[in-house]
Nanobody
Framework: QVQLVESGGGLVQAGGSLRLQCVAS????????MGWFRQAPEKEREFVAS????????WYTDAVKGRFTISRDNAKNTVYLQMNGLKPEDTAVYYC????????????????WGQGTQVTVSS
């Protein structure tokens, strides 16, 4: 198992930027596919982005393509989510997750989760 701790959330105006980070501890970070998910009030948790073991491949949900960038630094056991051009509909709790498998947009494929960090975008 790997333990995940997110940070970097906050309140920002529409059009602004935030950078989320997730620090991992426990098993070797570089052996995990990493993902970011989000959950808005009264909605199901949804996929945002995923990154492969060495960062060579990424996958984004259509709603964030061109605005969000996922990256990782295996030397620092950290995965990042740079969020630009934020919109009110991006408001949610953002979760970092780790998977033993390949890139995936399915919640069920991720076995380890962080506690989440709140992102609020005002209009």
């Amino acid at each position: 198992q790997v333990q995940l701790v997110e940070s970097g959330g906050g309140l920002v105006q529409a059009g602004g930027s935030l950078r989320l980070q997730c620090v991992a501890s426990g098993r070797t970070f570089s052996s995990y596919t990493m993902g970011w998910f989000r959950q808005a009030p009264e909605k199901e948790r949804e996929f945002v982005a995923s990154i492969s073991l060495r960062g060579s491949s990424t996958w984004y949900t259509d709603a964030v393509k061109g605005r969000f960038t996922i990256s990782r630094d295996n030397a620092k056991n950290t995965v990042y989510l740079q969020m630009n051009g934020l919109k009110p509909e991006d408001t949610a709790v953002y979760y970092c997750a780790a998977s033993d498998g390949l890139l995936s947009d399915l919640v069920a494929d991720y076995g380890s989760w962080g506690q989440g960090t709140q992102v609020t975008v005002s209009s």
